[in-house]
């Protein structure tokens, strides 16, 4: 068993200007945020369809996309389309 922590998982928080409520998380491993809205499994792109989020964070955005290729870039581009203006 493996006693390494996986930096990822908090580093964000130190470079966002803040935590709004309903930011939009795609954890790395079992991170949680209160008060974040947080996908799980394919619920990704009902979580993404015509909705704007204060703020999205994804310290491991690999980790969500797998199997295909590209899909990351794709990923990518529709979580910065999710911020709401201002965010």
Known sequence: MSTEV?????????????EP????????GTETLPGAVTPEGDVLDGALL???????????????????????AHLLAGLAAAVAPGG
């Open 50 to 72: 015509g909705r704007c989020y204060p703020a999205v964070a994804a310290p491991d955005l690999a980790a969500w996309t797998p199997h295909r290729k590209r899909a990351a």
């Open 21 to 28: 409520e309903g930011l939009l998380l795609l954890p790395a």
């Open 6 to 18: 996986d930096a990822r998982v908090l580093n964000w928080r130190f470079v966002v200007p803040g």
